[in-house]
């Protein structure tokens, strides 16, 4: 049974940092493809950063390019989300995502991602 766990959120001032953390079970991360996505109240599900199965590359939503790194610890199993400079508008539910098979790693699309996790709170304050 495949389980993504999201941890790291929490509050914090504007110009602050976070790490986020998504622990897996149930399938190998070098197997899949992964992603963030946020979702602040009202709005649609956002993706924000995307990293290959192999690591090899990544993509960013533009308002968090420089600002934000994914990347991914194979030996524990992890994918990680680290945050920093965050602004008043990075704050929403940050969820995990991951799937067996990607056409393109030019965008990040939610219908693309068939495992999620439960989602984590990030809220920034000004």
């Known amino acids: 049974q495949v389980q993504l766990v999201e941890s790291g959120g929490g509050s914090v001032q504007a110009g602050g940092s976070l790490r986020l953390s998504c622990a897996a079970s149930?399938?190998?991360?070098?197997?899949?493809?992964w992603a963030w996505f946020r979702q602040a109240p009202g709005n649609e599900r956002e993706g924000v950063a995307q990293?290959?199965?192999?690591?090899?590359?990544?993509t960013y939503t533009g308002s968090v390019k420089g600002r934000f790194s994914i990347t991914k610890d194979n030996s524990k199993n992890t994918l990680y989300l680290q945050m920093n400079s965050l602004k008043p508008e990075d704050t929403a539910i940050y969820y995990c995502?991951?799937?067996?098979?990607?056409?393109?790693?030019?965008?990040?699309?939610?219908?693309?991602?068939?495992?999620w996790g439960q989602g984590t709170q990030v809220s920034v304050s000004s």
């Open positions: 990293i290959h199965r192999l690591s090899v590359s990544t």
């Open positions: 149930g399938l190998a991360i070098t197997d899949y493809y």
């Open positions: 995502a991951a799937t067996r098979g990607l056409m393109s790693m030019t965008t990040i699309k939610a219908s693309n991602y068939n495992y």
